[in-house]
Structure formats: C-alpha cells, structure tokens
C-alpha cells in the first residue's frame, strides 16, 4: 500500500492540474472579448475625381477610351464604378464606336464594363455600312474582343431601319448583330437595296 500511495498522490495532482488548466482556459475566453469577424462590404476604399483612362493591344495601339466625372474601386470584388461614363472603341480595322451611360461597372481586370442607366451605343459610318445606333437601359461591353451585348430591351436603328427587341448582341469586328425577340421591325427599302447592291 505504502509503494502504490505516491502514484495515487500523482495522478491526484495530475487531476487537479487538468481541471484547473480546463477552468482556466474557459475563464479566459469568457473574460476576454472576442471581436466578430469583420464583414466584406460593398465599400469603396479609393475614389478620383475627374480622369481618362486608355487601355492599348498588345502591339501598344490604343483600342479603348473611358472618361468619367468621378471613379470609386470597391475591393471585395475589385471593380471599379464611373459616373457619367463615356467609352470610345477604336480597334485597327473596325469601324470607331462611341458609348455612354450613367453609371460603367469595369470587372475582370477592366475585361468586362456594364453600362447602366440610358445607355447608348453609336458606331459610325463605313464607306459599306451605315450607321449603327442602340439604346437601352444596360449595355455590357467586352472592350477587347470589341462586343457588345444585353439581355435587357434594346432600341436599335440601323440605317433608316428600327428593331426593338429584348435582348441584343453585336459583333464589331464581324458587324454581324443579333437582336432577340424582336416585338416591332421596320426595314427601310434602302437599307435593302444595299444589300442587294453588296451581293454579287
């Protein structure tokens, strides 16, 4: 009995070490306060008054244009908002388009830019085509590949011809342009006669 008295001793005091560690540690974190984690919100961090900002393909040619009063970067999303935007597309070889809105969303590294509130679309005349011109309330815009598109109601005349429709997408590069369910169609007999003139 004498030899197994200080293993008891032993494991007594090892108990009790647990259960003063356990109180201890529970104290602790009732006692200290613990901040709640920090929520992400939709908040800019920086912001500029009035700027131009060119963006160039990789042969250094500036392609794009954007104007704006003011700019915001929110950094939950990295995205950066412009009132009053203005965008100028110019790619060698396409025909030059004007846009603006506003309000422009830039996302994905400035690959992808939401025009929201009155936006319009313009591009200019060629010597083969006539004038393009979109309305609607939203225009997304891919500025590198030159597209423009919207799943909203759009407005487009071409020429002295009116589509409107919901949900658009153009192609300036091929000028191929797609309107989706087309609600009310005009086309003009000139717009026909030259394309009956283009074909061969």
């Not at 201890?24 to 008054?49: C, F, L, N, S």
Request: hydrophobic residues 35%; glycine residues 6%; without cysteine.
């Amino acid at each position: 009995m004498k030899e197994r008295l200080p293993a008891f001793i032993a494991l007594f005091l090892l108990l009790g070490l647990v259960l003063t560690t356990w109180w201890a540690a529970d104290y602790a974190q009732r006692a200290v306060p613990i901040d709640p984690p920090a929520k992400i919100t939709h908040e800019p961090d920086a912001w500029m008054g009035h700027f131009v900002m060119f963006s160039s393909d990789e042969k250094g040619n500036a392609i794009n244009r954007l104007e704006g009063e003011r700019l915001r970067h929110y950094p939950d999303d990295d995205s950066y908002e412009v009132d009053n935007a203005h965008m100028i597309g110019q790619h060698p070889g396409n025909p030059r388009t004007t846009g603006s809105a506003d309000l422009a969303i830039m996302l994905d590294n400035n690959a992808k830019v939401i025009m929201r509130g009155n936006a319009h679309l313009y591009r200019f005349p060629t010597e083969e085509e006539s004038q393009l011109d979109v309305k609607s309330e939203e225009l997304i815009i891919y500025p590198q590949e030159d597209i423009i598109t919207t799943d909203k109601p759009a407005d487009v005349v071409q020429g002295k011809s009116r589509m409107k429709g919901r949900g658009m997408n153009y192609n300036n590069a091929t000028r191929l342009l797609e309107v989706y369910s087309n609600t009310d169609l005009k086309i003009s007999p000139e717009d026909l006669n030259v394309n009956k003139e283009k074909t061969p």
